[in-house]
């Protein structure tokens, strides 16, 4: 069954410092991925996809994410993290067009 | 315009009643879902729909029930409440997979608490 880890449960950084955000997923097909954002008390928010092609795909907010297939690894990543930042963040892979499974989410903490 | 609209955003009801969630979306996407989002976040998926027919019905008790009456309605009817049942209920909509929109669109999300 397809899976998506996020190894990190919970991330503090200080405002204005780079952000790297760890995803890995099994799948047995080339997937399709996504990242959500989930302020408190809100919906997802959808911050990009990756669907084939260029590996660097950028979104939303600032956010880009790297495609590595040799590491099953979507990698979230933002240069310079502002206090509206702090969220939680899922990664999630297409299940064959199914449903998406999400990983378990990380909460990220943005310092002053 | 809300994209996915879910109503009510919060519901407090006792254990062993019926209750129901609405969830309306105006994309004109095909495909609707109910994800159930416990205390520590973790997203499941309960039920898909395509155009009015269920594709995905997960391991979830039969007293959840989806409703869909038409392709942009998916309401989810609980019967006899349980402490358990407690937590945020999330709607979504997608286009077909493949089309380059394609992609979750989710609803603000329904907090149950059942006491």
Redesign the interface.
Known sequence: AQSVTQPDIHITVSEGASLELRCNYSYGATP?L?W?V?SPG?????LL?Y?SGDTLVQGIKGFEAEFKRSQSSFNLRKPSVHWSDAA?Y?C?V?NY??????G??T?LSVLP | DTAVSQTPKYLVTQMGNDKSIKCEQNLGHDTMYWYKQDSKKFLKIMFSYNNKELIINETVPNRFSPKSPDKAHLNLHINSLELGDSAVYFCASSQRPGQPDYGYTFGSGTRLTVV
């Open positions: 399709y996504f959500y989930q809100q919906g997802l928010q959808l996809k669907f939680e899922f999630a297409d067009g199914q449903n998406f499974v999400f378990p989410g909460r």
